[in-house]
C-alpha cells in the first residue's frame, strides 16, 4: 500500500515558476514508476510527466516539454514537478500517482496507476 501527500500549489503569475512535492509512504516507493496528471474544471484528466523508479528516465507531455521538469528523491520518498514558465492554461489540480513496474511504457493512461494523491490546486493568474 503506497499513500500519496501533495503539497506545494498556489497562485502564480504567468511567467512565474511552483514546485509541487508529493511525499509517499510506504517501503517499495523505489519500485513504482510515478507520475503526474493534471484536471481542469470541466475538463477530462491529462497526463504531464512520468519517471522511472531510478529517475533516470522521464516523459513529458507536449504541453510540458521545455517547461516542466519531474524527478524523484528515492532517499526521500518524494517525487517533485519544477514548473516554470506558467501559463493561465496550466491551471488545474494536479495529482500524482503510482504504478508498478519499471518502465515508461504507458505512462501516459491513467488507468494503469494503482494509487493516487488528494490533488494540489495551481493556478495562473494572467
Known amino acids: 500500500q503506497v499513500q500519496l501527500v501533495e503539497s506545494g500549489g498556489g497562485l502564480v503569475q504567468a511567467g512565474g515558476s511552483l514546485r509541487l512535492s508529493c511525499a509517499a509512504s510506504g517501503p517499495t516507493f523505489s519500485t513504482y514508476t510515478m507520475g503526474w496528471f493534471r484536471q481542469a474544471p470541466g475538463k477530462e484528466r491529462e497526463f504531464v510527466a512520468a519517471?522511472?523508479?531510478?529517475?533516470?528516465?522521464?516523459y513529458n507531455a507536449d504541453s510540458v516539454k521545455g517547461r516542466f521538469t519531474i524527478s524523484r528523491d528515492n532517499a526521500k520518498n518524494t517525487v517533485y514537478l519544477q514548473m516554470n514558465s506558467l501559463k493561465p492554461e496550466d491551471t488545474a489540480v494536479y495529482y500524482c500517482a503510482a504504478r508498478p513496474g519499471r518502465s515508461l511504457l504507458g505512462s501516459q493512461n491513467g488507468n494503469l496507476y494503482d494509487y493516487w494523491g488528494q490533488g494540489a490546486q495551481v493556478t495562473v493568474s494572467s
Open positions: 519517471v522511472t523508479w531510478s529517475g533516470g528516465n522521464t
